[in-house]
């Protein structure tokens, strides 16, 4: 984007309502010129041509052609940073995460009516998101979701690696555990990375994704599905077991204790962290005091700094580090957060991660 350049945006969504609330809350960004707004998918694919926008909010619910079938028609004439509107239900839920593989860059949840309070809620979330879009990497994200496994991208740039010099002393330990954070992009890189894991892999997984309350299920079952590893969406006293991965459940902090001899999660609401919660900060600050150095950490794409802390106490005790790297990320916020502060002992390209993972693990 050029400097001082406002960030053009169009809104779709069938209701008036929603329209002047949506154009309201962008409006009131300086950075931001609503610069259309279109009632469903025919008057969409119109205006896109008409306005040329930087980012489209698209609701995920319409008569007609619902979101899903206009961002796929949206991405094969000009792809376009889209973010998502979508309502809390199980149909709005399973329709954003097809819209996610689809290539959609991120989603909001809409409110449950139309109190002032909800709206502004809401509305802050969506204008970080939609400034978020304007940076992010259409390609990356358009990419993902045409296939499963290996082979979707193209290697840029060779892997960066910590020297070894800068690895911690002392009798190496067997890891016990792979953690791994993931914000904007993530679901799409989440369903590269993990079901690249073998059936055996030998570590339990739990993995933190910035997701509300009532996506996260649906994430959980969809990844199960193409995964060799078990994946599941976590609950309070869940054994943390090799062969399964766990993902945080929306709107819960979720923690490792040890219960015996063996690890269990927990999930506690205690207040976002870095405007986030699930946090990555908050699971991997547990990890480092229940579990210490025998673990590996992955940082994928993602908006802000996330895990940033986190990692810090993590890389303290002795733990392995790879950040995903640039040219593969939708956003290169939270691994970028990880590599400028020199935590990352690799920083790898999405194809190369799991790769790099059962390498340390066998070394």
Do not use: W
């Not at 069938?14 to 010129?33: C, N, T, W």
């Not at 041509?49 to 899903?68: H, Q, S, W």
């Not at 790879?322 to 790898?348: F, H, K, N, Q």
């Amino acid at each position: 984007m050029i400097k001082n350049k406002k960030i053009r945006v169009l809104i779709v969504d069938d209701s008036a309502f929603m329209r002047k609330v949506i154009g309201d809350i962008l409006s009131s960004a300086p950075a931001v010129e609503v610069v259309g707004k279109a009632k469903n998918g025919d008057d969409a694919l119109r205006r896109l041509a008409e306005t040329d926008p930087d980012v489209i909010t698209l609701d995920v619910e319409m008569p007609g052609k619902n979101g899903l079938e206009v961002l796929k028609e949206i991405i094969a004439i000009k792809p376009v940073p889209v973010v998502m509107v979508s309502s809390l239900t199980k149909d709005g839920a399973d329709i954003t995460m097809q819209a996610l593989d689809a290539g959609a860059v991120d989603f909001v949840t809409k409110p449950s009516g139309a109190v002032p309070l909800d709206m502004e809620k809401v509305g802050g979330e969506l204008l970080q998101k939609v400034l978020a879009a304007s940076r992010a990497s259409v390609h990356n994200a358009s990419l993902r979701g045409v296939t499963t496994g290996h082979g979707r991208f193209h290697a840029q740039a060779p892997a960066q690696r910590r020297p070894a010099a800068c690895m911690p002393s002392g009798p190496a330990r067997r890891p016990e555990l792979l953690v791994v954070a993931a914000s904007t992009g993530g679901p799409n890189a989440l369903q590269e990375f993990i079901p690249a894991l073998r059936k055996d892999f030998p570590l339990p997984v739990l993995i933190v994704q910035h997701m509300p309350p009532g996506f996260t299920s649906s994430f959980a079952l969809r990844l199960n599905e193409r995964s060799q590893l078990a994946v599941m969406e976590g609950c309070d006293g869940m054994p943390v077991r090799k062969g399964v991965a766990v993902v945080a459940p929306g709107g819960y902090h979720m923690l490792v204790d040890r219960r015996g001899a063996e690890l269990v999660c927990r999930l506690s609401e205690t207040p976002p962290v870095r405007s986030v919660r699930p946090a990555a900060d908050v699971l991997f600050a547990s990890v480092a005091d229940v579990v210490g150095a025998p673990v590996v950490v992955v940082v994928l794409t993602g908006m802000g700094k996330d895990g940033l802390d986190g990692t810090r106490l993590l890389r303290a005790k002795g733990a392995y580090v790879i950040a995903e790297s640039r040219e593969t990320c939708v956003i290169y916020g939270m691994p970028g957060a990880i590599a400028e502060a020199g935590l990352a002992d690799e920083v790898l390209p999405l194809y190369s991660i799991a790769a790099g993972v059962e390498r340390f693990i066998k070394n």
